[in-house]
């Protein structure tokens, strides 16, 4: 078997041209020989989980379209914001014609005929080249009219942001793609019912579609036997940090563990300074509790991680060595949310600029054990009540850096003359 299911452009040089990729076979085979149930079930049946971060079967979310309302949008994500994350980046660059592939077998499974790819306001050169993989597309009839001289349409088009963490949320980045302001919206009704322009629609991550052309080609039995059980396929890991070899590396689900990631040959080679230990793993960017180096041997899947006390998320693994100061880089995270807080709800607006003041005053020398315990109330006060996720995402990085550095809180507490510097 080939070694790369996703990263098929490690192998296979200039893969992002048509003449390279080759025939969309999987596109061809659901258009021309599947009913639309057949390739959601099939989907269903492979147990692909979505890449974007909750791990939602996409299957399910596929069949949950009515199919009584038409139009019917599909829309995919790659607004990629999450920090550490750069693998739908990598994809959408150099494999851009299977992305493509994916998401026009997804149009034609829940009846629609448009799809838009909504990217982050910084990706404008990757826009052009996925731009020209379509326009190739287009051009080989597999996408327009007729696809495949059948009678489905696909039309698809590119939709570039104004680089917001909060429109990677799938009901912001309906308004932002809508023309409105990024901010979610109040659910349910879920987007499958009531999405774009208040129509049935798919949202799927770029990594997610880019799984769909081996699951048709090959079969939903043939995807099994990659990964777990319950964590089948392949997935991208994005390595960054204190390793001597950050970058995407594509593994089966839960073959992998934390440690294989960080010092594997074939992965990060280990910690970037000889002699540092790791003392820190964000698994998923920011928006995912921060765990320590317990977690070493634990396999990379969604059930794996989530029984260590953390998330898979993105799988966005932020590493950091024993020279971090914790609070300052739990300070740093504060900092992301309170700035990418869309402010529609008030315990996430007030909540972040609190608890990012609160860290000013630890860093700054000028706060009390007092202090330290109100971070922790005001984090506590948080979770449960807000519109969307991001406000219990800003959350983790204190109460879980709390929980594993609690003593690092407490000496900035009480030695005023301790440097607010990132590395000892
Ligand atoms: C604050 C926030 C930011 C998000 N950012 C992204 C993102 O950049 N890309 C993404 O695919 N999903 C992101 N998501 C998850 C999406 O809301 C959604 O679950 C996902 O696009 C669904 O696709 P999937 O089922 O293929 O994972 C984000 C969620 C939240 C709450
Ligand atoms: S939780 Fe934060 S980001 Fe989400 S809607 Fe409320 S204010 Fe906006």
């Not at 971090?324 to 300070?331: L, R």
């Not at 709390?402 to 009480?414: D, I, L, P, V």
């Amino acid at each position: 078997m080939a070694k790369f299911v996703l990263l098929r452009h490690r192998e296979t040089p200039d893969i992002h041209k048509l003449s390279v990729y080759g025939e969309y076979t999987a596109l061809k085979k659901a258009v021309t020989s599947m009913t639309t149930d057949q390739v959601i079930n099939e989907v269903k049946a492979s147990g692909l989980r979505g890449r974007g971060g909750a791990g939602f079967p996409t299957g399910v979310k596929w069949s949950f379209v009515p199919k009584e309302r038409y139009p019917h949008y599909v829309t995919v994500n790659a607004d990629e914001s999450e920090p550490g994350t750069f693998k739908d980046r990598e994809l959408m660059e150099f494999n851009p014609h299977q992305v493509i592939e994916g998401a026009a077998i997804a149009a034609f499974a829940v009846g629609a005929t448009r799809v838009y790819h909504y990217l982050r306001g910084e990706f404008k050169p990757v826009a052009r080249k996925m731009q020209a993989a379509i326009d190739e597309a287009y051009a080989a009839g597999y996408l327009g009219q007729n696809v495949f001289g059948t009678t489905v349409e696909i039309q698809m088009f590119l939709h570039l942001g104004a680089g917001a963490y909060i429109c990677g949320e799938e009901s912001a980045l309906l308004e932002s793609l809508e023309g409105k302001m990024g901010q979610p919206r109040l659910r349910p009704p879920f987007p499958a019912v009531v999405g774009l322009y208040g129509q049935p629609t798919v949202i799927n991550n770029t990594e997610t579609m880019a799984n769909v052309p081996y699951i048709i080609n090959n079969g939903a039995a043939a995807y099994k036997q990659l990964g777990t059980e319950k964590s089948p396929g392949p997935k991208i890991y994005c390595l960054s940090g204190h390793v001597k070899r950050p970058g995407n590396y594509e593994a089966e689900l839960g073959k992998i563990t934390f440690r294989d990631l960080i010092y594997g040959e074939e992965f990060g080679q280990g910690m970037m300074t000889e002699g540092r230990k790791v003392k820190a793993i964000l698994p998923s960017g920011a928006s995912g509790p921060i765990v320590t180096d317990t977690v070493l041997d634990v396999p990379l899947d969604y059930e794996s991680v989530a029984a260590a006390g953390t998330i898979l998320g993105s799988a966005s693994m932020i590493i950091m060595d024993d020279s971090i100061d914790m609070v300052w880089a739990a300070g740093k995270v504060m900092h992301f949310f309170r700035h990418e807080s869309c402010g529609k709800c008030t315990p996430c607006r007030e909540g972040t600029f609190w608890m990012e003041k609160q860290y000013h005053r630890i860093l700054g020398g000028k706060a009390t054990l007092a202090d330290v315990t109100l971070l922790q109330d005001v984090a506590n006060q948080i979770i449960g009540k807000c519109l969307c996720p991001l406000g219990e995402f800003a959350t983790s990085p204190v109460l879980s850096s709390f929980k594993h550095f609690q003593a690092e809180y407490e000496a900035r507490a009480t030695d005023a003359k301790k440097p607010a510097t990132a590395r000892k």
